[in-house]
């Protein structure tokens, strides 16, 4: 694993890359949010996440874990944690070593039928993924975008 440098959620105004999805569910944001801090559940709904370990207590701001998706594993710690409304995360380290940084954002705004839900990726590429990333912010979006499908599936369910 490659340390990465941990950024504050204020980095996400000066981040190199930004690659943002929404989607809608009918779910209020404390069910959106429910599903969201079920970290171990993840695979369950998120497509391309294989595996979810948490490492460490499970809530709040501090809070650590590994996520594993074909070819990668990156470790993440919590750096905004607002049940119902927001959370955020800064990557600690990863492999292979394709970024600088990253924070994840995760936004939840209740409208009149539900939950609108922003998700951004921020990154600070390294060397020769500097190029690749642009091409595979596409693929990162459409991912993103499957999984918040499957995000206000499991929500609704609850």
């Known amino acids: 694993m490659r340390e990465l440098v941990r950024r504050s959620i204020d980095w996400i105004d000066t981040a190199p890359v930004a690659i943002a999805a929404r989607g809608t569910t009918t779910a209020p944001p404390d069910a959106v949010f429910a599903v969201l801090a079920d970290h171990e559940r993840w695979p369950e709904w998120f497509p391309n996440v294989r595996q979810v370990d948490v490492l460490g207590p499970t809530e709040g701001v501090g809070a650590r874990r590994r996520v594993h998706v074909p070819g990668l594993v990156v470790e993440e710690e919590f750096i905004v944690w607002d049940p119902g409304e927001r959370w955020a995360f800064t990557g600690t380290a990863a492999k292979p070593g394709f970024v600088r940084s990253i924070v994840e954002d995760c936004r939840l705004t209740p ?48």
């Open 111 to 158: 409208t009149a039928d539900g939950t609108d839900v922003s998700n951004t990726m921020y990154l600070e590429p390294t060397g020769v993924f500097r190029p690749l990333t642009r091409v595979g912010a596409g693929v990162v979006r459409s991912s993103i975008r499957k999984a918040l499908g499957g995000l206000a599936a499991r929500a609704e369910a609850r």
